[in-house]
């Protein structure tokens, strides 16, 4: 992928999970908790199948967002697209700025915008397994 602008510099304090939940204090796995640093929303785990596409939209559940039908930009809401492999293994997700185009955070690495929500379709993330998105009052964030 080389269509793509860097917005930060290199973080390796969070993930690009915990980006798109706006969260930049720490990384957000459910089979890390155990290590300094982790979170997941308590209500999104389960005894088992925490790694898989389920285990990630409740996790965004968790924080207030219900899957939609695209990644249309839709004013007052603010939109998150996650990623797998397959049903078995999410690997990614990433939210929509207020100008309708995406941002992503890039494993430990930089931060970056993107005008497609299916640009990392094809490679390691796998590709776009649905859209949600939540309500915003007024100001959502912008990178």
């Not at 930009?73 to 293994?89: D, R, T």
């Not at 915008?113 to 309500?135: A, D, L, Q, T």
Request: with cysteine; net charge negative.
């Amino acid at each position: 992928m080389t269509d793509y602008e860097i917005v930060s510099p290199r973080d390796a304090k969070y993930n690009c999970i915990a980006f798109a939940a706006g969260d930049d204090s720490r990384k957000w796995d459910p089979n890390a908790l155990l290590k300094p640093g982790y979170y997941w929303p308590p209500e999104a785990l389960r005894d088992q199948d925490n790694d898989d596409i389920a285990a990630l939209k409740r996790a965004f559940e968790a924080i207030g967002y219900s899957e939609c039908d695209n990644g249309k930009l839709e004013a007052g809401f603010q939109k998150i697209a996650p990623y797998a492999v397959n049903e078995e293994s999410w690997q990614h997700a990433e939210f929509q700025d207020v100008n309708g185009e995406w941002m992503s955070k890039l494993g430990d690495e930089y931060d970056i915008r993107h005008k497609s929500p299916h640009c990392f379709e094809g490679s390691i993330y796998g590709k776009v397994m649905c859209f949600m998105k939540r309500k915003i009052d007024g100001e959502s964030r912008q990178v």
